[in-house]
């Protein structure tokens, strides 16, 4: 039965301890809401899967978000792990977003395709240790580092996946922060990281003689926000794509020259090194999130993931060397919402969902992100970055 | 007809340029991914969307992603414009989130409820002048701050909307970047400026004796992207919420005092600003971006959304000023895909859809991120970060 | 009298109120040295400096440090206000350092000279006003605006030379920082602008309906520490300095072709972004430190005044072209060190001493720094880096 | 005989290359520059230096900045390894400085000393390899790090006094930045480093397959400019100085009670995060440039030093816990300018000079800029901020 009781005047949401994930309680929490604002959820009441796989994934389930899906591609990518014709299944409500991917896909696969790479992966838990000085603080460091095979096997002892590579240690006055990095599988890994290292902080806390107080974060990991730390020391993923645009086919299927793609490359890095920007390119945000929301990643993650540094050079033949570095690309193949139905349809399209395919899938992640840089930077130049928005991006009555 | 032609050896995704937008073209399109990958998108296939509605918001359209939604509240808010009750529609598979936030806006309602306000709005196109030298450049701008008000009208030929309200203006040896600040009334309005600011360039070049070569985007608007630009002198709406936590309710519902809050806060703030963090405090990305999807904002915004800065204060009575400043919050009431079906009954839920409630969702989208501040910050310090997920959380088999 | 009393067993350095700034008080403080800690001072008491012109300058005088002058030139300049050839003195103690400037120089010379001019120029003092909450803050703010007029009749009384330009606001809870910008003739102004925001914050207070409490700087002035908002709304002046560099020239002088130059320079720029530096060219603190010292600037505001933003393009013909932008270089041509005995004799060099010299100063060392800019960035690549500073930087047993 | 041929129509500054550092080498040159510019260098040529120590200092040497020194002090020091009462020498031209650094010394040794120590130490230099590949480039890591012991023996051939400690690696497309950190001893080390990576860098293209092409320096050092990669993982010393200060002293000396500078506090954090500074505290520049002046130092590296993040507790007692880190302090007790005459003999002061005292300097630095943060600081909420700049720093006519 639902529990609809009120406390102090409080009206409080439906809910059955017992068993909180069907569908009466999802369509008692939509009365409830008709109730109380007047909203029918006709919509969000329409859906396939099944309440009870939510678990685990939501907490007061009362439906879905329907929300669009596009389909890009093919986009031909050489990757390390990410070989041949991806179509890509993009959901977002923001008009020319995928035929403008679309479009660069187009270009790279023309021009050879996409190279990727996974270049190094780190997922963190930072902790920080209060100590009584600073001097003490430094040799707090100097024995965590001693007894690292010890806090690794206590952090490693509560997960199958996950295994701890090495902490970085950061001094403020008597604050000693050790931010664990870890290797994660095929899970983007934060919960997992999370219960690791509190297991090893448990244990420095029980071993270490002044048993030191501490703070699980200290906000450095930097979780969910982005930073400059997750730019240099990587979070998640490392993922680098890389291709060498045709100059003939930039000026036929972009109408731009690579000369002026250059050109005016000098003047937005210029322009990002200025306002301090987390992104020297143009908006890789788009296509990740376009993707997140498609195939169950942590959508919030974008915050972190949507950070890149651009480096191209022009070639002395007049084709254009692209390179965009993600350095905190955080995604899954395993876990987290990439079980769900639509989402494990869109990555199963991929050939990324399960166990050991989480670099096939960031290296797709970054090959996608490159084609968007190569379609709105041209657009810009070429002049129809506008005409085009108004043309597909019209949705007001 | 569905047009599947083969150009080069590329297979290409089934369009009909004469009605892209029909049940038959996105089954076309499933049948396409069926063929091509082997995956039966069964689920993506189950929808209630018109596909005729999604025109303007998606291209290749083929289905949806259904993003489960938890609900949460009620949240007291005496806002300037959002005032009363709210419930709060969630849509994530983050686990524990929809119950951390839930039980956040339980402590802040119960401390009075939270105050919010919009205190400044611009959206930005920022197109980049070309001149010879840097002090044409600097005359340039002279030029350009005399005309403010030929270059004003010429903008806003282009929209009923939007208003420029100020042209920054800033240098780099011969580069004369150009900020147009605009307000956009209850959309987003990236693209409405663009537009916008296309007219006014183009003016620009038609009436400036050197006809200036400019760049619609020099890369500091900065669109889609974190910048310190932006948390400096705002993007969309910055939006405050603030609360007075009671030391009582704070220890009765979250298990923690407000002294340890506050020593946590220094220590915190100082590893924030080490690392370079766009966000001084816990995790702002994650209530914005499942009221994002819900609501049918721009998810991708989130990478701009996400910055803040948290300001507290222990006052001398043992309670917790707290405030949390989001300055580059994007969002719309209007617009977009807020007009979608389930997004637009989500809107429905806040009483914010459509003209004239931009300002009220703005304010309910800070008023629940100060619930999930206090929720994952007291949880990190009473100890229960952890298990909370290890619970709440568990989504694999 | 000297006075060397002792407080709590605390010795007291030798002063005398009624007269501190003469020969009988430096060596009466030069003897407490040698006294206390065994050194002799006869290198810091040989000075040409009159002990009563330090009055203003410092406390405690004793004597000086003598810092070596190398000089540097010619440099040919075609600036707005500097024009023709220069001969820089540079103090330093870094071996290498002037001769590395020279020969970018004679580069720079040969090249046709630099262009510079001052495209901006603002000098700060950011009180923060503290309000009961957002709301109020925000309207506080419109108050303000509203009495610009008033407010700057207020902060002007105080000063014959400083004017206030605007006042920038920013927002943080129920924070509202007020960025007073001034322009302070040839003085840097640091002290002007404090004095003259004292009278306006007095003013505001007394004015004010809720004389709300105030706080003479929040922090974001920022004085004497690097930050975005110095790079991005300018602090003291923003100089350009630009030349094109002849491919020939640099061959022969450097040993380095423009191509290479700028393939190297993606490289840079790439790294500068990465790591968040304040400033993504070479070196501009090393040139600018010597002429700072040399010419009786305040040396610590090099903190802010390094900072820059290099942007160059690789024209048709081969030809390099070079801008460098010092957003934030604080200089006087009179008052503080200025007028001293050696630092105005090396203004006096560069005929730049005393009033209206201020912005052929600052375009001076604009083109300075791009002089250096050019030697080291092509030492690097020309692989003479390390030799060079085995060979002329050389200073231990 | 000087030799001040003219070429291409340059007038060249006289110089003799086979002894340049001699009295009448430095006279030529100040009669060089009456002759050209007008202006005697009389002050400039009085000096007691010896201008044949000044080799390996300096070119083109031609006289003294006589920049004054004022006595700040005592200031008392329980560090790990400065322990005493310290006079300070400090070479400033901003009057009140010296006074103001001076009554925080009394303040904190009232309070019982500042405790001091450097927690970590490298410097580094920063070369970049360019790779073919993404892929590449990281195979090319692991080559580099399996080659460690190769690379570090390599390097520290060059070298007697520094040490390789590790290579940080950094990637970007198909580019590696090797970031090299050193021990360099009494040194700064900056040319060391240079030298010994270079001998590195010329060892890996030997030995590695590719033999690939690189940079000295791809900017992430970041010499001579401050960055956040510098303030996490630090550059020369990262020290801190920490003290508790009495709430009875803080009261009685600068007229401010702890609990309104912590409530202060709070609100500088805040601006400081919003605007990106490079320091949350208040000027460490100022106490470190005249430090840096007086004693030899390489000035520019002020640039870098004076990043800083204060952390501060406010104590149950009422007492105020005030730590401040300096995460980039480049000092030297040997080498450089350290060695000349004035410069030696305030180190000796300090009891500082030559091998084995580094540490102790860093460690004055620190408890100094410590000095000078409740100094300001207090004064900015006293009220006698601007009057003490105006009784003590007119230094105009």
Known sequence: MADTTTTNGRVRIPRDPSDDYTQELAAARRAFV???????????GHYSVDPATVQGNI??????????????GPLHINGEHARGEFYVPMATTEGTLVASYNRGMRLLSESGGVRTTVVEEHMQR??????????????FGNWVDERFADIKAAAESTTRSGQLSYIGQYSIGPLRYLRFNYTTGDAAGQNMTGKATLAACEWIRANHP???????SGNIDTDKKHSRINMLLTRGKRVV????????????????????????????????????????????ANGLT???????????????AHAAVSYTQLLPNGDYYWSITLPALIVASYGGGTGLATQRECLEVLGCYGSGNVHKFAEICAAVVLAGETSLSSAVLAGDWVSSHDQLGRNRP
Chains 1, 2, 3, 4 share one sequence.
């Open 59 to 72: 907490e007061n389930f009362l439906g879905v978000a329907q929300v669009p899906i596009g389909l890009a």
């Open 126 to 139: 930072a902790p920080v240790f209060v100590l009584d000085d600073a001097l003490e603080a430094r040799e």
């Open 210 to 216: 002044a048993s030191p107080r501490y703070i699980l």
């Open 290 to 304: 376009a993707m997140f929301i498609a195939t169950g990643q942590d959508v919030a993650n974008v915050s972190e």
């Open 241 to 284: 794509a890389e291709a060498t645009i045709k100059k003939e086919a930039l000026q036929r299927l972009m109408g731009v020259d690579t000369e002026t793609l250059f050109w005016a490359r000098q003047i937005q890095m210029a322009g990002s090194f200025l306002v301090g920007s987390a992104n020297n390119g143009a908006h890789a």
């Open 34 to 44: 008709q109730e109380r604002t007047g909203t029918e959820l006709r919509h969000v």
